[in-house]
């Protein structure tokens, strides 16, 4: 597997508002450079057989207007696609509603693969936890891209086997130091430090089942 601090410091994270209909957002944006080309890293986020991959196993139309379903996660609708360059759906878990896009991004010899989460989040939740909610959850994402990528023909990981990871020694370090680069993140978008530490502490903590 690849060092977690080296996934760590190849990934990008930024903090935003939007102003939408029913009111204001937060944005977190996530990314990173794979070696690929933009071809297969559209296949490689859009094809149902390779998404389990790095991922989560997948059900459902995965066509504009189509439905899918994250196996054990959230699901929602494909409302935009623009092959092989973007591809936008609604993120919905249990009552709660939220949007995400995909940008596939050339970018020298690299590929760039971007992802917006935008979320309306209530008061509460937010100062409790802060970016590290959402943000904890892509981390572990891309980690398994940058697996995948680096040895597309390795056997997949299984759940229970990245559970067990995630446990480990190593998973635990890559949580922290992923808390830690999003509490940075928080900062530069104006989060008072002690507040955006201890959000993080607590999404850690939910994380790794200490609440």
Known sequence: MIDVKEQISAVRRTIGTRVLEAGEARVMTISQAYDTDPDDLWD??????????WF??????????????????????????DKPRSVSATWEFGDQISWVEVRIIPEGSQT????????????????????GAVGLGWEGAFWGMANYLAAPGAEPITPEAAMAWAMSEDGLTFMRLSADAWTEADIAFGTDPATARQQAANSLKAYTGQE
């Open 44 to 53: 490689v986020v859009t094809n149902p057989a390779r998404i389990p991959r």
């Open 112 to 131: 760039r693969f971007e992802l917006e989460h935008v979320a309306h989040v209530d008061d509460e939740h937010w100062a409790q936890y802060g970016p």
């Open 56 to 81: 989560l196993p997948v059900s459902g139309d995965l066509q504009l207007g189509g439905r899918y379903q994250f196996e054990g996660n959230a699901g929602g609708t494909i409302t935009a696609c």
